[in-house]
């Protein structure tokens, strides 16, 4: 008969095997589903076209724990005997892993339902890499009410064994700009004849860049990077527009609101400069994890008991984690726990180690009984 730890890890293969994008995640749901009632786990009756919401306990105080199910677009290089069956997809991003993780968690929730003073909303939900799952979840106003919404990320770059969190930002308000440029097409030879969006393009590049270095306060943080630039479709022709597209990292709303109202800026003297159109489309995409400070407290004397080597994350990391919409409507805490992998998220070799599932399952165990004592 399988122990515990390989019965998770055996799921967390199967998950592996069978990956599925953001808002594709059927059979993922399906087989969660599964899993959660072989358990007697009672599954909630949520408008969600993909994940789902398990519920243990009973009364009034409920607190949510939060896994994510999709995989990324990538074609899977690692040689396991269990990779991806799936062309084009694989769970680069560990999701395998927390599915596992927290399943273990729901079902261990499951042995002491009788004894826990209230409730716990499990969420296994869908579409994290794109920045679209927690929000679905938050809509469904499903965890209002919530006492705190826990969660944690696998990291490669630690040693299993190795929890890290801080107070504040963990990771970075994410936002996502667009900047199109009308001109004057011309021939080649004569650019007195036309307004020449290329130019454009090379001052905003530029310029750009200059918002974190000259407006920015060095003692703040913010990245502003271009991911594409467009113009022209030929040699000897000056092209009629041009566009630019890129995102900012940011970890304050003053910092963030600096960044947009710069950039705007920015574009709007070039386009009188120049007598062009230059047009910004600024998008919010996702806020940054922003740890409650009484969670954190709680949360290192958990991992600590649970027997972890426990560190303080030593700053906000600039990726994208939309369980920041979660912090709408409760306290949240969010941890990185290491997986030691040689290769990093988002890799095609990305390879975690499964030692990682040992512990998590207790660690959010004993985080919620903690948070129990707490809150009742």
């Known amino acids: 008969m399988a122990t515990f730890t390989e019965q998770l890890k055996a799921w967390r293969r199967e998950f592996h095997r069978t990956p599925e994008v953001a808002h594709t995640e059927i059979e993922t749901t399906r087989r969660i589903r599964e899993i959660l009632e072989e358990h007697d786990i009672t599954i909630l009756d949520i408008p969600l076209k993909t994940g789902l919401i398990a519920e243990i306990g009973q009364g009034d105080t409920f607190i949510a724990v939060r896994s994510d199910i999709d995989a990324l ?27 596992a993780s927290i399943l273990g968690t729901a079902i261990l929730l499951k042995e002491r339902e ?12 869908a579409a ?5 799952g927690a929000d679905a979840v938050v809509k469904t106003n499903v965890l209002q009410g919530a006492k705190a919404i826990i969660g944690f990320h696998n990291d490669p770059t630690l040693p299993v064994g190795t929890w890290r969190a801080k107070t504040g930002y963990m990771t970075a308000n994410v936002d996502r700009f667009k900047i199109e440029i ?20 090379s001052q905003l ?12 306060a060095p003692y703040e943080e913010a990245v502003v990077t271009i991911g594409q630039v467009h113009s022209g479709e030929t040699w000897n022709v000056i092209p009629s527009s041009g566009m630019i597209e890129g995102t900012v990292r940011t970890l304050t709303p003053e910092v963030r609101d600096l960044v947009e109202t710069r950039m705007q800026k920015l574009c709007e003297g070039l386009a009188l400069q120049f007598g062009a ?13 922003n740890n409650d400070e009484a969670l954190q407290t709680l949360a290192w004397q958990v991992a600590e008991e649970t027997g972890y080597d426990v560190q303080l994350q ?29 290769y990093p998220l988002h890799h095609p070799q990305y390879a975690p180690d499964e030692a990682i599932l040992d512990k998590v ?10 948070l129990f004592e707490r809150v009742r």
């Open 73 to 99: 677009p990538i074609i899977e290089q690692t040689n396991l005997a269990y990779a991806s069956e799936k062309h084009g997809a694989m769970h680069a991003c560990g999701h395998d892993i927390h599915m």
């Open 114 to 125: 009788q004894q826990l003073p209230g409730r716990v909303r499990v969420i296994f939900q």
């Open 128 to 132: 994290e890499e794109v920045s679209q």
């Open 182 to 201: 009308n001109g004057v097409g011309a021939h080649a030879a004569m650019p007195q004849d036309g307004v020449d969006p290329q130019i454009i393009l």
């Open 205 to 216: 590049i530029s310029s750009i860049q200059t918002i974190v270095s000259r407006n920015v």
């Open 277 to 289: 159109s230059v047009a910004l489309d600024y998008q919010r995409l996702t806020d940054g994890v």
């Open 314 to 342: 030593p700053r906000a990391q600039m990726i994208v984690e939309d369980f920041a919409s979660y912090q709408q409507v409760a306290p949240v805490h969010f941890a990185m726990i290491g997986s030691d992998s040689k």
């Open 361 to 370: 399952p207790y660690y959010f165990v004993n985080f919620v009984e903690r």
